[in-house]
Nanobody
């Protein structure tokens, strides 16, 4: 009943910026915590950033917290990930995720009910 669609990925050089967007459609009533994950080939899915329903609390992977900013605009059913000073190690398929009713920020993929299809971010040297 809820679909998430990411956009904004691309191929960039080290130091560049990208803004990822995630828009929810369908029966979005009750969606609360949102998060971004990433997954590189051969590696586990990794938590990147999370945000509560009203945006008052955020949490980041240590390696990105000085460079990335998660935000949301509930009136548009959209969540964002602003990524600055991108590094090659940021290369991955980035997914947005959401909890359907209520939830605190979790770093565990299994705690999320909805997932987007992913958008590729590739950072060259």
């Amino acid at each position: 009943q809820v679909q998430l669609v990411e956009s904004g990925g691309g191929l960039v050089q080290t130091g560049a910026s990208l803004r990822l967007s995630c828009t929810a459609s369908g029966r979005t009533f009750g969606i609360s915590t949102g998060a971004w994950f990433r997954q590189a080939p051969g590696k586990d899915r990794e938590f990147v950033a999370g945000i509560t329903w009203n945006g008052d609390t955020t949490y980041y992977l240590d390696s990105v917290k000085a460079r990335f900013t998660i935000s949301r605009e509930n009136a548009k059913n959209t969540m964002y990930l602003q990524m600055n000073n991108l590094q090659p190690e940021d290369t991955a398929l980035y997914y947005c995720a959401a909890v359907k009713s209520w939830g605190l920020i979790s770093t565990a993929p299994g705690q999320y009910d909805y997932w987007g299809q992913g958008t590729q971010v590739t950072v060259s040297y």
